[in-house]
T-cell receptor, first 109, second 116 residues
Framework: GENVEQHPSTLSVQEGDSAVIKCTYS??????FPWYKQELGKGPQLIID?????GEKKDQRIAVTLNKTAKHFSLHITETQPEDSAVYFC????????FGTGTRLLVSP | GAVVSQHPSRVICKSGTSVKIECRSL??????MFWYRQFPKQSLMLMAT?????????EQGVEKDKFLINHASLTLSTLTVTSAHPEDSSFYIC????????????FGQGTRLTVV
């Protein structure tokens, strides 16, 4: 089955810096790659997603890139703000979402 | 995005009792709903997938007689933790999708279950 690895597990940046979180997946048949933000005590919130027929997608300060050949995809957050602090999960799916292990992002003022 | 409402957000129950958690899609019809369990500082682990009107499909290692799932309508799925024990204490999260899983799945707010 699908296996998703996510790095780093924790990431600390200064406000205004960029943050990059990387994920790799194992099943080349996976065709949908969402990213979720989870705040403490809450459910995950979809922030951006990308499908296998697209290499890059951007939404304001958030962007996701996908390299199908290498089977990895990344989340890029520019101009980080303290409210971006949360746990971020990547996921990959053919039929069932398989989540990465999560990245705890801390943005310091 | 679409709204998925999960209730209750927190529940404390005594060992041996049963607890029901509801998951509702408020503004769309959820053909498929999913139940996850999340331990502190860990990722989400899929417990089961339910399709409206049919039996849920459980992941390996999940006791179907302990975690009863009902998906009676296109907007409501319930998870009942039967004969709860302290080790069942966890954060339970549902999600709902209009179609196949590779479309957007929207998550509920989660339920913190504590069994004392």
């Amino acid at each position: 089955g699908e296996n998703v690895e996510q790095h780093p597990s924790t990431l600390s940046v200064q406000e205004g810096d960029s943050a990059v979180i990387k994920c790799t997946y194992s099943d080349s048949a996976s065709n949908y790659f969402p990213w979720y933000k989870q705040e403490l005590g809450k459910g995950p919130q979809l922030i951006i997603d990308i499908r296998s027929n697209v290499g890059e997608k951007k939404d304001q300060r958030i962007a996701v890139t996908l390299n199908k050949t290498a089977k990895h995809f990344s989340l890029h957050i520019t101009e980080t703000q303290p409210e971006d602090s949360a746990v971020y999960f990547c996921a990959a799916t053919i039929q069932k979402l398989v989540f990465g292990t999560g990245t705890r992002l801390l943005v310091s003022p | 995005g679409a709204v998925v409402s999960q209730h209750p957000s927190r529940v404390i129950c005594k060992s041996g009792t049963s607890v029901k958690i509801e998951c509702r899609s408020l503004d769309f019809q959820a053909t498929t709903m999913f139940w996850y369990r999340q331990f502190p500082k860990q990722s989400l682990m899929l417990m089961a997938t339910s399709n409206e009107g049919s039996k849920a499909t459980y992941e390996q290692g999940v006791e179907k007689d302990k975690f009863l799932i009902n998906h009676a309508s296109l907007t409501l799925s319930t998870l009942t933790v039967t004969s709860a024990h302290p080790e069942d204490s966890s954060f339970y999260i549902c999600s709902a999708s209009e179609g196949p899983l590779n479309t957007e799945a929207f998550f509920g707010q989660g339920t913190r279950l504590t069994v004392v």
